[in-house]
């Protein structure tokens, strides 16, 4: 059987999908963990991220909603091969304890220090390949572990899953997510009106960024 258009080859389980990089281990978030639901919580809710997301996240206020958004995830990881990673720092480092880390979860790869994913939007007039987002608690900030998380999960769809056209989008005033698109090689491709980022029918101004060696023309994808 072939695979859809835009879909990457699928594993035979997501226990199969562990992405190690020089310093950090991506593996898919399980909603049948507490420790996962609970730094999804965590994630979404430190004030870094809180607003940097404040236009298109869900909330996500409690243990229990964590794990309905993770079983969510779990379902579009095992039909279309994509979703949202949990990004550990791996043992030796952690054990540092610094920056605050001994105070952060450890699961069996490491610490968690984020989250980063590749999801294709379903909302009309949304791009048809999909894109890059990440998210990393601000004691792991300035380390270079998010470029590194991120850099991990493209190689890994590339050379895995076939998958070579990424976009990414950010808010025009994050300069952080400009400099992370650009340490990447994305390019910029102006600001534009976004649906599908946020609850339904909200219409977003956000920066488009493009993965080096897409076409010009973002109308091939959907935009």
Not at 63 to 79: K, M, Q
Not at 121 to 136: M, W
Request: glycine share 12%.
């Amino acid at each position: 059987m072939s695979t859809p258009p835009n879909l990457p080859t699928l594993p035979p389980s997501l226990a199969s999908i562990l992405i190690p990089t020089a310093r950090l281990t991506l593996i898919p978030f399980n909603p049948s963990l507490d420790s996962h639901c609970d730094f999804l919580v965590a994630l979404y809710n430190s004030p870094e991220v809180a607003h940097a997301n404040k236009d298109v996240a869900r909330s996500i206020p409690d243990r229990a909603t964590a794990r309905r958004i993770l079983e969510e995830n779990r379902v579009s990881l095992l039909s279309t091969g994509y979703g949202k990673f949990i990004v550990t720092l791996n043992p030796d480092i952690s054990s540092a304890g610094k920056d605050g880390e001994a105070q952060i979860p450890v699961g069996r790869t490491g610490t968690f220090i984020g989250g980063v994913g590749l999801k294709v939007r379903k909302a009309p007039g949304v791009a048809t390949v999909p894109d890059i987002g990440f998210s990393l608690l601000r004691p792991f900030w300035g380390k270079g572990y998010a470029t590194e998380a991120a850099q991990g999960l493209l190689d890994y769809f590339e050379r895995e899953r076939g998958v070579k056209d990424v976009l990414g989008f950010c808010h025009p005033a994050n300069e952080n997510s400009k400099k992370m698109f650009r340490r990447l090689g994305f390019e910029n491709r102006g600001v534009r009106d976004l649906e599908g980022l946020g609850p339904e029918g909200v219409v977003v101004k956000g920066v488009v960024w493009a993965k080096k060696g897409m076409s010009e023309d973002l109308g091939v994808y959907g935009l």
